[in-house]
């Protein structure tokens, strides 16, 4: 299994942004999507941000317009640009590595929006 670290999460105001980094511990390219989900106090988690091999993306409504999903083979990283937060963005965000044979997940990172 893959190894994925989160991190650059952290506490932020209202219309702020971050940047959020998962490193692998092997080359994703071997990965059909790598993604993006984040679960809220008492809610489900839910996906936020898809990046195909191909570099195609696609994104939750909620997001879309503010956030930007990349992905940089040679680091074996995948980001995620969050732009013009609001604090129903608050949430511990988690990375994903998804093929036919593996669906790995991160520790998460925080992210908090507040004035």
């Known amino acids: 299994q893959v190894q994925l670290v989160e991190s650059g999460g952290g506490l932020v105001q209202p219309g702020g942004s971050l940047r959020l980094s998962c490193a692998a511990s092997?080359?994703?390219?071997?990965?059909?999507?790598m993604g993006w989900y984040r679960q809220a106090p008492g809610k489900e988690r839910e996906f936020v941000a898809f990046i195909i091999s191909g570099g195609g993306t696609n994104y939750a409504d909620s997001v879309k317009g503010r956030f930007t999903i990349s992905r940089d083979n040679a680091k074996n990283t995948v980001y995620l640009q969050m732009n013009s937060l609001k604090p129903e963005d608050t949430a511990v965000y988690y990375c994903?590595?998804?093929?036919?044979?593996?669906?790995?997940w991160g520790q998460g990172t925080q992210v908090t929006v507040s004035s």
């Open positions: 092997r080359s994703i390219f071997s990965f059909n999507t």
């Open positions: 994903n590595a998804k093929n036919y044979l593996e669906n790995s």
